[in-house]
């Protein structure tokens, strides 16, 4: 920012122009660092033996091993929290899009603007209001710890997330297409099922992958409805710490084996990602 | 008449019937559930016996309740420290994202969206770790650096009553900044050049054309973005639920974790509901008030 006038000239120009560069890039990169090294620092540590995890300095450069993972998936049902996790991200996802989709559509189609205040509110609305009171009717019905009160909890983050992600999407489609389906003599169901969602694709797949993600990683919900049978893997992790003596190791390549596939995920499908997390905050 | 016809006529409410029952079973019910309970004294450690109690609940809550007012102001202190920072920093990392084209920007926007898309308890994990007073790297760099003294001797982070919260706003910074930056970057690329390029010809400062130009135009997409995350700093639950249950003592107990341990710990049905409805007018409270003052600013 300092020009230095006194030196202002041609060639102090380009001095400054390298300085203002190192700068810059300089504060990317230490930018990227920080979000950067506490992943980083979780796969490291994940492949450090338990002495080597304490050791100071921490050591950048050692003989990686793999004894804690083979240790989380051998000492725990780690397999049957992962296929736990699948089932309820999965089932919620895909109940999700069969609720939300038609909501949203109908919400755009007939502009139910009073219907779409009313599932977005209920984005804002903390989950633990709803917690507790779905704790009692799922234990009254004998339905803690069943995939079916997992699935139906998440849906509370999900389904909300669909449709303010689809309303937007559904509402930019053209009239006309529209039109020109009736003409053909489609009705408004076929018209939903063979022409708007196969070109809404895109929308489809941001809201599915996030919603997936949001309930892979739901934490809340999981830990008060599900037990033994059910555990998903965020509660598992959460378990490991509740031991008198903390295994560092396990706990990083738990907690690896856990983030990757978000990742990995996320990284994929960045574009829809970025679109489903900024959608209705952008105008145009 | 063909089936056809009778199905455009109702789709109105055939469409979002599916999503509309879903939210009178699980959302309204309940929350009338929850407002019904909060007038009881209903609690699993007093047995089965419940009694309608009025007011008394909300009476005691707002009164008598010290608990409750603690974890009211920790959680503005927590939302407001975090709100702050994240808005500031992830202002500044959208606008140098902006300013130029280099090699690697795209890495570097996956990195930051690594950070918020990393399971929570994961994440909560690895800063355990990195905050470990005596293990952890985080007092090494310090120790090493020689900055310890600067911060006041031992650094015990979320140990200590008095550095837990911020240690946690820490966290959140890490994890949501990305959302700002991400939402900034997206509104700057569809930003008009024109007011740049005369700008430039006027030979604007840097400064001038970001104060002027720039924040007034980037402005309702901060608004936005800064609401979204003030609804969910508000709700902040993983993080610090696994990294402290909100202690040490009550040091980092915000209202959601407080609920939390009313209902799943003490098993206190109808003062924690009385404190869910409480919770719930506060955030939809805020939220909406936000909302409004936000649109009569635009107007």
């Known amino acids: 920012m300092d020009t230095h006038p006194a030196n202002a000239g041609p060639r102090p120009f380009l001095w400054h122009r390298t300085f203002m560069n190192i700068l810059y890039y300089g504060t990317i990169v230490l930018c990227v660092f920080f979000f950067l090294l506490p992943l980083l620092w979780m796969l490291l540590n994940a492949l450090k033996t338990p002495l080597q995890i304490v050791e100071l300095p921490p050591k950048l450069f050692f003989m990686p091993t793999l004894a804690n993972f083979e240790n989380v998936f051998s000492s725990q049902n780690f397999l049957q929290y992962i296929y736990n996790s699948l089932i309820i991200a999965g089932g919620s996802t895909l109940l999700g899009l069969v609720l939300g989709l038609p909501a949203a559509f109908s919400i755009a189609l007939h502009k139910q603007k009073k219907l779409a205040v009313f599932i977005l509110v209920s984005r804002m609305v903390p989950g633990i209001t709803f917690l507790l009171p779905l704790f009692i009717m799922f234990r009254n019905f004998r339905m803690v710890d069943t995939y079916t009160s997992l699935i139906l909890s998440h849906l509370l983050v999900g389904l909300p997330f669909i449709v303010w992600v689809m309303v937007p999407f559904f509402e930019s489609i053209p009239r006309d297409l529209m039109d020109a389906a009736r003409v053909d003599g489609c009705n408004v169901f076929s018209t939903f099922i063979r022409i708007i969602i196969p070109i809404s694709m895109p929308g489809v797949v941001t809201g599915g992958i996030l919603s997936f993600i949001f309930s892979w990683n739901n934490f809340m919900f999981s830990i008060v409805l599900a037990s033994n049978r059910t555990k998903t893997v965020p509660v598992a992790i959460f378990n490991f710490i509740s031991y008198a003596q903390i295994d560092w190791g396990g706990l990083m390549a738990a907690a690896v084996t856990i983030t990757v596939p978000v990742l990995v995920i996320t990284i994929l499908t960045q574009k829809y990602v970025i679109r489903g997390l900024t959608a209705g905050a952008v105008k145009g | ?299």
């Open chain 2, 1 to 299: 008449m063909r089936m056809g016809d009778w199905y455009d006529r109702n789709a109105f409410w055939l469409l979002p019937s599916g999503a509309v029952i879903f939210i009178l079973m699980l959302m309204i019910y309940p929350l009338g559930y929850t407002i019904y309970n909060s007038f009881t004294d209903w609690s699993l450690t007093h047995g089965d016996k419940v009694n309608f109690v009025g007011f008394r609940n909300y009476l005691d809550i707002f009164f008598r309740d010290d608990r409750f007012w603690g974890s009211v102001g920790r959680t503005i202190y927590f939302t407001g420290l975090a709100m702050v920072v994240e808005v500031i920093l992830g202002v500044l990392i959208a606008v140098l994202f902006d300013a130029k084209d280099f090699s690697g920007k795209r890495v570097a926007r996956s990195i930051m969206l690594m950070a918020m898309m990393a399971t929570p308890v994961a994440v909560a994990m690895v800063w355990l770790l990195i905050f470990e007073p005596t293990a952890g790297v985080l007092n090494y760099l310090f120790k090493s650096s020689g900055l310890e003294a600067l911060l006041g001797g031992k650094q015990l982070w979320i140990t200590d009553s008095s550095s837990v919260i911020p240690s946690l706003v820490l966290i959140d910074i890490w994890e949501w900044t990305p959302l700002i930056a991400l939402i900034v970057i997206a509104g700057l690329a569809t930003l008009s050049r024109e007011p740049y390029e005369s700008a430039m010809v006027d030979g604007a400062t840097p400064f001038q054309i970001f104060f002027r130009i720039t924040l007034p135009m980037i402005a309702p997409t901060i608004g936005v973005a800064a609401l979204l995350r003030l609804i969910d700093c508000l709700k902040t639950f993983d993080i610090i639920y696994v990294m402290t249950m909100g202690g040490p003592g009550y040091s980092s107990e915000t209202l959601n974790i407080y609920t939390y341990q009313m209902s799943f710990q003490y098993f206190n049905f109808g003062y924690a509901s009385a404190l869910l409805v409480v919770f719930l007018c506060l955030v939809l409270g805020i939220s909406l008030l936000v909302t409004y003052l936000r649109r009569g600013l635009e107007l």
